[in-house]
Each structure stands twice: as structure tokens, then as C-alpha cells.
């Protein structure tokens, strides 16, 4: 099933081109490609790579439910406590929400997702159940990846870590998680030793949560850059929100950053609240990946997020004070490449011999689209206008 | 021309009411009022106040106009020669790209703004006359107040204090204003004399820009309550801003909201980038009022921006960090009501008696709809719908 694109400004161009796409590939890109395959003209309208969702919580979410207030107190075991607590009453996880919510982000561009999975003895793998039925219904519109993630601890929560390694070793999950190894878990080594573990037993990669600040969370950055050279994990290892890389001193922050690049570790960062920005431009220069997340998108835990990749661009430069077009674009380039380069994806983008997953808007370069945020938004899935 | 508004959602009722509108007015309230005028049926759609931007800058905006990289440097002095720089470039101020902003926003909701217009002796009140006549072709829908603000210093730009006395004598300037008395002005008791004799002399509101930051912002702010207080100013004085009341440590920024309170001060809040979040619940618990505003909307000095106010209020919440319904509340009573208390209008809100510019949207609460952001409005200004 070929489609030809016809009038499409690729990014950084200003000339418009056609677009041929084939067997869910880019297969053609030139001006006036000879017809021969069904035609779409865009009408000069911008063609971006689709969006990549590398950190979200589709197993908690409420969307498409009636208001629910949330009545957690502020700080971060309140709200592990209050969304333990209230799992049941919400009917949590829902396959149906998770669908829904699913085509509702496919609709507005994002073509994968790695979603952290809740995962403790009290409710099993009810989450990777759910999610996975879900995922299931909308796979011709976008691709979940789970990670085995230990909400409630897992040296503090017993029988979590062997129900994370029957989830990695059944397939439930495809990544193993972790949580604030010294902050919440209270034994950074351990905790790790206990991830990096199951990562090299099951042969998976780690995706961490580190929401520990300032020189305690910059030692735990340490300490995963470590093990993931010495394990050889380069590439395979992603750190989820990191706040310490942005609160930590200039020297300190560049010493973390090299540390990464060299490492190949991706962060990534969901540019939430007032947490703190992580060094987009000094990450940029060194080659240290940059991804972007939804994180929760109206669920138990929070009645924020929208579940929408090019607004979550928007807030990332506008939480780093981007305002040159080049700068701006590294934002999308987070939640695009960086979230595929994260999750180990083949090759994204609008390239020819790449998968034709598309997101088509009205803007003439990158950085409008990423201010502008269109709403109205073509979406392709491997050559397949799937949401327009 | 009367309206009558059945199956009406009031803010903290969860029963349907009916609303008439008279002569502008919000004239009576209550189930199943007798008919008599033609009807609306809102479907049990929320209604709110209309918005309110207490804090934006008409004159600079390029809105409608192609896209333009900004390309200015990186701190506010590069911003503020940037800006000066590329004025007659861009046809700045523009009359037409101000009518078209005004008229966007007044069809997300907002039926008041108040506009810095930037002051120098180099364009005298161009960007006065521009705005007012724009103003003037989008008089049933919004209203536009406009403060004389000297962008590029008063003190340190030479005859800029001059003109805004002549802008307040004539009319064109509704409001004085300043900027950073001591950061910018380097002079900030001199500054401050200045603003507050302008505003005695002419009868008018003080608004003030105050980025700096730390003690520096906080010595201000205290300058500033002292002359509101020795002048008889209370209720008629405004801190644009006022980053510093966000970033000193509890006790002292409890001894300032309390002075805020106490001289009846107002602060704006735009919640913008990684800009110190005020400390809202506090100045809810102490009375001190909080508003809100745009700040620039895609003009020269920024590509950020979209004008939406109810968009505002949820970044507000967001950098918060507000998770439970009453305090989610407050950012949109900052982007209403606090507005109005701030600007000197008239009571605001949809009860009876009060003028009937409403916003009707899809939500079961005020919380849902901060956090929906739905982009459907059915927008009413004067009683008369403007907007669907």
C-alpha cells in the first residue's frame, strides 16, 4: 500500500518536496516524484518525525473517566500511599482507559510508548495484564513497551523483586525499572545491584527513577554510570526525570554529563512543575541523549498531563528558557529522536529508508510547530494516515 | 437583550440552574426560571467568569504575522536591545496584529487586559496610539488599559519620565508603571519617587515590573509597600512578577505577604519558564491578592505565548504543584477574579448583579476545567455571546 505525499516541507528546508511511502517506509523523497501511487497533497505543511512517549504511567490513568479530586497530601510518599490505597476503589488499571488514552496519544502523533508499570506483591502483574490487553487493541497505531517498576519499593517492599523478575522472565515486561535507590529504597548499592542483576540475567534494559536532588542524587548518577560501563550497558540504560543533574553546581553538572555521554545513559525529563530544568544545550553539546515523557497523564497520582508529545516539547523549552529556533528545536528533537535513540528504536525520522511514521502540521520550520503546537495534526503510522 | 441561560453549571454546585441576562447584567438566578426571553440551553456546561490579563504587552506582539526567529541573546538587557533593535524591522507597533490578538483572546474568554506599552523618547507614544486604536475596533469584547511602562529604563533613558507624564496628562497611559528601580534603574528609591509622584499627580494605579530577585527584590518589595502605604495607595498599587517573594526563605517571605496584605498590594504572576513560583496558598491564607497574565504574547521579545487564559492558570497550578480541587482553584480565581480586584474593575463573577461576561465550558468543576484546558467556548460578554 504506497501513498504519495505531495507539497511537504521536510525540517530545516524551505523548499517543498514530495514524499513516497511504501510498505510503512519513507521509500522516495524529491520534488515531482512520477505518479503512479495514490496522492495526498499537504499543501506545504511541515512533516515531522512521530512522537515518542519514552516515560508515562498509561497503568494508573483515569482518562476518559468522570473528575476525580485528588485528595493526596504533598509529598511523594503521600501520594505513593494515596494511589496504593485507592487503586481498588477506581477500578485501577482499567484495559478500557488505557485504550482510550492510547488513541487519544496516537491521535496526536505519538507512535511509541514506554510506560512504567506498577508492579508489587499486593496486586501482581495485573498492570502488565492490562496494559498489554490494551496495547493489544491499538497496535496498528502505536507500540508499548513496559517497564517492571517498583512503585512501592522494592528492597522495602518484599516478594517485589521476584515477582520483577517472573514479569521480565514471562515477557509481561520488556525493561527493568527502579526507584530512588538512596531516597525511598535507602540502599543505593543494593538497589542496583539487585536492577543490573536482573538486567543481565533476563537481558533487558533499565530504566530507573531518580527523583533524588542535589549531591545524594548526583552520587546515585555516579553510581549508575558505573555500573552501566561495567556491565557493559551502554545504550541500554535510561534515567528517568534525574532532577539532581539540574540542581547540581556548573562543574559538578558538567563532570555528571560526561559521565552520560560516555556511558551512552539517556535521561529523560518531563520538564513537570517546578522540578528542576535539566542542561539541555550543555547535554546537546556533549552527546548525551535526551529524551521526553508524558509522565502520569490524568491518573491516581496527578490530574495533570494531556498525554500530548508536541506540548510536552513546548514545556521543555519553555522550562529552559529556549528561544532561538535551533534551541527550541532540540526540545522535539527529545521528543522525537531522543525518545527512540532511549528506547533503542530503529532509525526515526523523515529519512528515506525509515519507517513512515509521520506527524504533519501547519508551521514552516520546527520551532513554530513546537510555540504553535497545532491541534490539527495529520498522523501517519507506517505509510497509513491513521488520525487527521 | 435579554438571554436566558438554562442548564447552567455554577462553580461549587453540582445542581443545574438557569441564569438571565439583562441589559448586560447577570439579572436573576435559579432553577427553571419563567420564560419570557430567548433561550440558550448551555447542557449543564460549567460556567465561568471571563478572564482577566492583568499583565501583558499588546504593543510588541507580531500574532498573525509569519514566523520570526528570535535571535537575541540570552540575558534581559540583551532582550531589551534586541527588542529596541528590531522595532521599525518588524512594523512594530501594528494596530493590525494587535486587533487580531484582541480578538483571539477575547474569543478564549477574556473580556479585560491590562497592556504595558512600552515608553522611550525615541518613539514617544506610537505604541499607545496603536494599541487604542485597536482597542477601539474590539470595544464590545474586550477592554484595554494601558500602563506606561519604560521598557528601556526611565531614570537611565533620558525624557522617558517626561513622556509618561505627558502619556498619563492626555489619557493615552491609564496606568504608570516601572521596571526594576534598583537592577535596571540602579536608583531605586529615586525610581520608586518618581513612579509614586506620577501616579499622585495624575490620579492614577501604579504597576510595577520587578524581576529582581533574591534580597535585592525583597528590599523592594518593602520600598514599595511603604509608599503604598504612606500615599493612600492601598488597592491601587501592582507588582508585575515579583520573582523575589518566590525565592526567599519562609519567614521572610511570610513578613512580605503579610506587607502585600496589609497595603492592599497586588502581584501578577505569569509562571512563566523556570521563574520562581509565588507562594499562593500562603497569599491566599494572608488575603494578599494574586493575578495573572500572558506577559508577552509571540512578539518580538518572545516566541512563547498563546494568549489563552485558562491555559495560564493551568501552568500556574502546574509550577505549583496544586494537586487538590480548592487549591487548583485559586490559579483560575488569580486569572478572574484576582485580575479584576487587581485592574480596579467592578465585581466579577456570575453572580446576580454583576455584568454577565461569562465563559461556558465542558467541565463538572473548576478543577476540571483548569486542567482540561477544553479549547471549545462558548464566550459572553455584556450578556450578548461573542464567541462559540
Known amino acids: 500500500m504506497d501513498l504519495l505525499l505531495r507539497g511537504a516541507l521536510l525540517p530545516g528546508r524551505t523548499a517543498l518536496t514530495d514524499l513516497l511511502l511504501s510498505d510503512g517506509l519513507v521509500a522516495a523523497e524529491g520534488a515531482d516524484l512520477p505518479s503512479g501511487a495514490p496522492e495526498l497533497d499537504v499543501g506545504g505543511r511541515l512533516v515531522l518525525p512521530a512522537f515518542v512517549d519514552a516515560h508515562c504511567h498509561l497503568d494508573k490513568t483515569l482518562w476518559g473517566g468522570p473528575w476525580v479530586p485528588n485528595t493526596a497530601g504533598p509529598h511523594l510518599q503521600d501520594k505513593i500511599d494515596y494511589t496504593r490505597r485507592r487503586r481498588a476503589e477506581f477500578a485501577v488499571p482499567s484495559a478500557d482507559r488505557i485504550e482510550a488514552l492510547l488513541r ?178 550543555a547535554m546537546a553539546e556533549a552527546g548525551a541523549n535526551l529524551a521526553a515523557g508524558n509522565d502520569g497523564i490524568r491518573d491516581l497520582w496527578s490530574p495533570y498531563g494531556d498525554g500530548d508529545m508536541l506540548a510536552r516539547a513546548h514545556r521543555i523549552a519553555e522550562r529552559a528558557e529556549l528561544y532561538a529556533d535551533p534551541e527550541i528545536e532540540l526540545a522535539l528533537t527529545a521528543a522525537t529522536h531522543g525518545g527512540a535513540r532511549a528506547l533503542g528504536l530503529p532509525a526515526h525520522g523523515t529519512a528515506v529508508g525509515v519507517a513512515a511514521d509521520l506527524v504533519i502540521v501547519e508551521a514552516r520550520t520546527v520551532a513554530e510547530a513546537v510555540m504553535s503546537r497545532p491541534s490539527s495534526r495529520l498522523v501517519l503510522r507506517a505509510g497509513v494516515v491513521v488520525s487527521r
Chains 1, 2 share one sequence.
Open 104 to 281: 487519544h496519544v496516537a491521535s496526536l502523533g505519538t507512535a511509541h510508548v514506554r510506560t512504567h508499570t506498577d508492579i508489587s506483591p499486593e496486586f501482581g502483574l495485573d498492570g502488565f495484564h492490562a496494559v498489554r490487553a490494551a496495547a493489544d487493541r491499538v497496535a496498528d497505531l502505536v507500540t508499548v513497551e513496559q517497564v517492571a517498576f517498583p512503585q512501592y519499593g522494592m528492597l522495602t517492599n518484599p516478594g517485589t523483586a521476584e515477582l520483577m523478575a517472573e514479569a521480565l522472565r514471562t515477557g509481561a515486561a520488556q525493561v527493568v525499572g527502579g526507584i530512588d535507590p538512596a531516597g525511598l529504597e535507602r540502599d543505593p548499592v543494593r538497589h542496583l545491584d539487585v536492577v543490573f542483576g536482573l538486567a543481565a540475567e533476563h537481558g533487558v534494559p533499565v530504566d530507573l527513577h531518580l527523583h533524588d536532588r542535589g549531591s545524594l542524587g548526583a552520587y546515585e548518577y555516579e553510581l549508575i554510570i558505573e555500573r552501566t560501563l561495567s556491565t557493559g550497558m551502554s545504550g541500554r540504560v535510561t534515567i528517568g526525570h534525574g532532577y539532581a543533574l539540574g540542581d547540581v553546581s556548573g562543574p559538578r553538572q558538567a563532570e555528571l554529563v560526561s559521565g552520560l555521554a560516555e556511558a551512552g545513559i539517556s535521561v529523560v525529563t518531563c520538564a513537570a512543575h517546578s522540578d528542576p530544568v535539566l542542561p539541555i544545550l
